[in-house]
């Protein structure tokens, strides 16, 4: 049973115009959600996170919002540059229950086009 | 600062036989997570030490197992290699687990098992 899904496999953007991945969660315990970047041969590395108690967090050109109700959460990335292309791994966590590991959904590779 | 190194970058078994991985965490961090990487499954949390103790353990059979040493260095071992375990091993180290912020990845361990 998968607890946090990415519908999207892959997505295609122009360069300058806006990307959006989404990503869907189960589990009404996970508090705590991530975005990950991975390159190919590459670890991934941290881009943005935000707590359950927020419903958007910006930095930079990188913006996630959540719905709680909806179980939904995205990463919205303005203006896209082709160096954004990579795969994007949704992350979370049940941080209030003590939990230590992180569920990743199945990444969206995202390609933006100059 | 140094970033987490995993070693060997790249290996090749035969099944049976057994591996071991190593991951030398950011230097001042107490946790190490280990993740394996699979292109039908995605990234799946294997466990979790802090301070030599594991804290949590993945849906993985008793073949995966790990241990971490007083200077935060970890290991992960598995025995009895299967076709099925060939994956990117992915270790993160942060400053005391997922409550403290978020993870940092490693480059990985691509195993392959023939």
């Known amino acids: 049973d998968q607890q946090v899904k990415q519908n999207s496999p892959s997505l295609s953007v122009q360069e300058g115009r806006i990307s959006i991945l989404n990503c869907d969660y189960t589990n009404s315990m996970f508090d705590y959600f991530l975005w990950y970047k991975k390159y190919p041969a590459e670890g991934p590395t941290f881009l943005i996170s935000?707590?359950?108690?927020?419903d958007k967090n910006e930095d930079g050109r990188f913006t996630v919002f959540l719905n709680k109700s909806a179980k939904h959460l995205s990463l919205h990335i303005v203006p896209s540059q082709p160096g954004d292309s990579a795969v994007y791994f949704c992350?979370?966590?049940?941080?209030?229950?003590?939990?230590?590991?992180?569920?990743f959904g199945k990444g969206t590779k995202l390609s933006v086009i100059p | 600062k140094a970033g987490v190194t995993q070693t060997p970058r790249y290996l090749i078994k035969t099944r049976g036989q057994q591996v071991t991985l190593s991951c030398s965490p950011i230097?001042?961090?107490?946790?190490v997570s280990w993740y394996q990487q699979t292109p039908g499954q995605g990234l799946q949390f294997l466990f979790e030490y802090f301070s030599e103790t594991q804290r949590n353990k993945g849906n993985f059979p008793g073949r995966f197992s790990g241990r971490q040493f007083s200077n935060s260095r970890s290991e992960m071992n598995v025995s009895t290699l299967e076709l099925g375990d060939s994956a990117l091993y992915l270790c993160?180290?942060?400053?005391?687990?997922?409550?403290?912020?978020?993870?940092?990845f490693g480059e990985g361990s691509r195993l392959t098992v023939l």
């Open positions: 935000i707590s359950s108690i927020k």
């Open positions: 230097s001042g961090h107490r946790s």
């Open positions: 992350a979370a966590s049940a941080r209030g229950a003590g939990s230590y590991q992180l569920t």
């Open positions: 993160a180290s942060s400053l005391s687990g997922l409550a403290a912020g978020e993870l940092f």
